[in-house]
């Protein structure tokens, strides 16, 4: 069922609504300046690391906070459907393959503890620009705007050239964090109009990439060839650190080469945290990467010396 609807929802994503699940202010690593960061919900990637497991489906969710829960069973009593089972233990148990996100929601409205909430919600161009032209004044005093983010934004085509008509009026900076894995022929339009790209590489290796992001990466390193053709001062790399995944010399090597050969100057070096880990569990879903992971700071120094040997701006974030 909830594949069925996430792929209902990819396909009927309209121009002026979209969904997002989050919109953060005040934001000072996301590009120039003080940003207000739009999260977008929905990606075509799985990564195993990923710290917003939310982000992921093209479509609301369910999201259960145990730690808030009472046991009072209410849940289970109201959902018209039966999809939520308290039997064991008390502690709800939903059954997130059967679960419509029914348009009464009861069962978060039922809930006195707030221990479930929907993530994910419809947004118009016009309801999101008004919620961004509050911070005008503080992007040009910072220098700074607003960056679209996700999940990822660029699979929001028809909202975001619409949203990008009513910022360039008004003269706000737009950037995008992307992992790159989008349709070419649908953005080429609008992308001129956006003030800055940070374009995830992950893994160099195709066959590895496919086994720990859901996808492999051809298609990610065709529209980096193709966006810096045009747009390359606009480019910086983005390469999560994952110990043990992708924090090997060759695959950061590999990575740099490719910078190289499209005339990228800018690489940014994302360390890994674990904050989204809780999130899993809150979701109902496994997180693949079970062991305490932790970055060695020698092997983050090393990649930025290699990376400046190569002429690249380097940022750790
Ligand atoms: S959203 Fe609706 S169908 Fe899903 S668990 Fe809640 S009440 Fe049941
Ligand atoms: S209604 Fe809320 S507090 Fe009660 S069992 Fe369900 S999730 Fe827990």
Redesign the pocket.
Known sequence: MTLARDLINRLSFKNEETIIFNIQDYCVDDGPGIRTVIFFKGCYLRCSWCSNPESQLFDPE?IYFRIKCKKCRRCEN????L??DCSNSNFPI?SREH????K?????KMCPENALKTVGYSITVLGLFEKVKKNSLLFRNSGGGITLSGGEPLAHTGFIREFLKKTMAVGFSVGVETCGYFDWDKVVDFLPNIDFFFFDLKIIDSKFHKALTGVSNEKIHLNLKRLSQNEVNKITISVPIIPGINDYLENIKETIDLCTEFGIKNIRFLKYHEWGRGKYQELGRPYLLNKKLKIQDNDLKTFEIVAQEAGLQVTII
Not at 99 to 102: F, G, I, Q, R, S
Not at 104 to 108: A, L, V
């Open positions: 369910i109201t959902c018209p459907f999809n939520i939903i679960c419509l996100m029914c009464s929601k009861t069962c978060t």
